[in-house]
């Protein structure tokens, strides 16, 4: 019924740039955010960053305040996660995902997930 896609991963130095897709598709598509998570080897998946379809307001994770900016088209149903001053612990399998919820944060709060694109960052 629903589907995220990401795109945009890969490999970069400690420094670099990516910029992350996700398009969503789906009639009945409707959700009111999309979010960013990313799960690193071992640890638990973590919030990134979300931003509302409406008026495109984000909010994110104070581990990447400054260094991570969302955007969105709602044209194309697709978000975009653009990561500046990429750093070896932001090394993970990053997942969009879709809300009904206006400021999601948790993971209980989405209820469609894309399969994930793996960025890695090297030192």
């Known amino acids: 019924q629903v589907q995220l896609v990401e795109s945009g991963g890969g490999l970069v130095q400690a420094g670099g740039s990516l910029r992350l897709s996700c398009v969503a598709s789906g009639r009945t598509f409707s959700s009111d955010a999309m979010g960013w998570f990313r799960q690193a080897p071992g640890k638990e998946r973590e919030f990134v960053a979300a931003i509302s379809w409406s008026g495109g307001s984000t909010y994110c994770a104070e581990s990447v305040k400054g260094r991570f900016t969302c955007s969105r088209d709602n044209a194309k149903n697709t978000v975009y996660l653009q990561m500046n001053n990429l750093k070896p612990k932001d090394t993970a399998v990053y997942y969009c995902?879709?809300?009904?919820?206006?400021?999601?944060?948790?993971?209980?709060?989405?209820?469609?997930w894309g399969q994930g694109t793996q960025v890695t960052v090297s030192s």
């Open positions: 995902a879709a809300s009904d919820s206006e400021y999601p944060t948790l993971i209980y709060e989405y209820q469609y």
